[in-house]
């Protein structure tokens, strides 16, 4: 069989992203490979702000434009005056206009701050706009860019090994293999009040068929779960971060409220929504030391069609969840709620979710740093006892690197999961071309520089950005201003011509 330039394992967002840039830059000897037995509806919706859009169009111009064309500009007027008559709603307040921000707001229903979500705003402020789009629009819009014969599904990677005799690593996967539902990364929807919970999870036959391909590199964008972050960390002094870390937040959360009644509806319009279609509430007397962790905060959305619901992030430990139907979960949030001196109104919303549509999810973690100030995890001992200092995990071995969420996955109160993961995508594309255009693939000290080159640059960045996700200092802080410009204003292809 003959050896791949790259394989990609993980045809998620990021991983195809990566495939893309390869592929535009000469680099076509490469594969994508996919446990999924096929591509379906999965997965959220997600945000493409400035500085994702910016490593996509670097990536690609065509898959910039595509993706610009498929995902809806984020409550931008234009788009939603474009919308059948049929799908405005009946429900919603009279001479109240659609407010283009995302509103932030104590509980007593004072303004604190807003965030503009028009794309004209951002593209003037930082150089490109923001996106709304679904996880599964993304995916299947960056797909249809490459070749169809370089991205396989039902290839389930189960193991990677460095062969040093053959010059490559090898990737063995096996198709046909009932998918396990995935603890880390999804929501899990509750169907019924008797604690049956359904879970992201495939159901076929077991009839396992075992493959082995090889390439001189492997990018592993298999996600949080990161099965070769697994292989990878698990005879090396990384082997307490080869599965995530659970990061002490976790969200509740319904999808849909049909029936508010009036008097609830006018209420929580007149003191919350205020013709906005989403906004954030928070205890601001609680948060007024900006080093403060581990406070409630609920996003309330109401739909086109005046459907209401909400996401409750809250710190929580991880055995509160378990086996909770969708009456305990609307319960335990009530409790966080109260706790937290949230108002009536948003108590009563709660109150009157359909348990059917409620939704519960744990976040995790990747750190990119560990530190003495944080708990090191009790399975790490690393041969000497408790540990003390700091650690940096390493995002590359040999021919193997992880990127995105595989290599520093995190929760999603800043929006920058994917984004990151994109940034990752033009850095490592970078690097790996200049490593084809020198044809240095069996160089592997030259390999082990462009991978060390890789974590310098991208770990600083991801480690910022976690310190503000657990803080959730992205709106009330005075650092927000410092944020954008750190984070969504940088240029990329600049960043791109000094590292090489």
């Not at 193997?400 to 594309?429: K, R, S, W």
């Not at 600083?460 to 969504?488: C, G, N």
């Amino acid at each position: 069989m003959g050896i791949y330039d790259v394989v990609v394992v993980g045809a998620g967002p990021v991983g195809l992203a990566t495939a893309i840039g390869l592929y535009r830059r000469g680099i076509d000897n490469l594969l994508v490979i996919d446990q999924t037995r096929s591509f379906r509806k999965v997965g959220q919706g997600l945000s493409l702000l400035p500085n994702g859009l910016k490593a996509i169009k670097y990536l690609d111009f065509q898959a910039y434009e595509q993706v610009k064309k498929t995902g809806n500009i984020l409550f931008n007027p234009n788009s939603l005056n474009q919308q059948k008559t049929s799908d405005r709603t009946t429900q919603r307040p009279k001479n109240t206009n659609p407010s283009f921000e995302w509103v932030q707001k104590n509980c007593q229903g004072q303004r604190l701050d807003s965030t503009p979500l028009d794309y004209n705003y951002w593209l003037q402020k930082c150089g490109e706009g923001r996106l709304s789009i679904s996880w599964y629009d993304l995916q299947t819009t960056l797909r249809h860019i490459l070749p169809q014969d370089l991205v396989k599904p039902n290839h389930r990677c189960i193991n990677v090994i460095n062969e040093p005799e053959s010059g490559c690593a090898r990737i063995d996967c096996v198709s046909n293999k009932t998918a396990e539902a995935n603890p880390y990364a999804h929501w899990t929807e509750v169907a019924s009040d008797n604690n049956q919970q359904t879970a992201n999870v495939e159901s076929f036959p077991q009839q396992l068929q075992t493959k082995s391909l090889r390439a001189k590199l492997v990018i592993a964008a298999d996600g949080i779960n990161s099965t070769v972050r697994n292989i990878l960390y698990a005879n090396s002094p990384y082997h307490a971060f080869a599965q995530p870390e659970y990061s002490g937040f976790a969200a509740i959360g319904c999808r849909e409220i049909s029936e508010v009644p009036n008097a609830l509806s006018t209420e929580l319009e007149a003191k919350f929504f205020e013709g906005s279609p989403i906004l954030t509430v928070f205890d601001d007397q609680v948060l007024a030391d900006s080093k403060s962790v581990g406070n409630p905060s609920m996003i309330l959305f109401r739909r086109s069609s005046g459907q209401m619901g909400y996401v409750l992030h809250t710190p929580l430990p991880l055995e509160n969840l378990n086996d909770k139907s969708g009456g305990l979960l609307v319960e335990l949030a009530l409790q966080e709620l109260e706790k937290a001196n949230f108002p009536n109104s948003i108590r009563e919303l709660v109150r009157i979710s359909p348990s059917v549509n409620m939704l519960q999810r744990p976040y995790y973690i990747h750190r990119a740093i560990i530190s003495d100030s944080i708990p090191f995890p009790s399975t790490a001992n690393l041969n000497s006892g408790d540990y003390t200092g700091k650690i940096e995990p390493a995002w590359g071995n040999n021919r193997v690197v992880l990127i995105g969420d595989a290599a520093h996955g995190m929760p999603p109160f800043m929006g920058q999961g994917a984004n990151q993961g994109l940034e990752d995508a033009g850095v490592l594309t970078t690097l790996v071309t200049n490593l084809a255009q020198e044809n240095n693939w069996d160089n592997m000290p030259v390999i082990a520089e462009a991978f060390e080159k890789y974590e310098r640059l991208r770990r600083p960045i991801m480690e910022s950005i976690q310190e503000a996700t657990l803080r959730q200092s992205d709106w009330y802080q005075k650092e927000w201003q410092e944020y954008q410009q750190k984070v969504y204003c940088r240029n990329f292809e600049q960043e791109m011509e000094a590292l090489l």
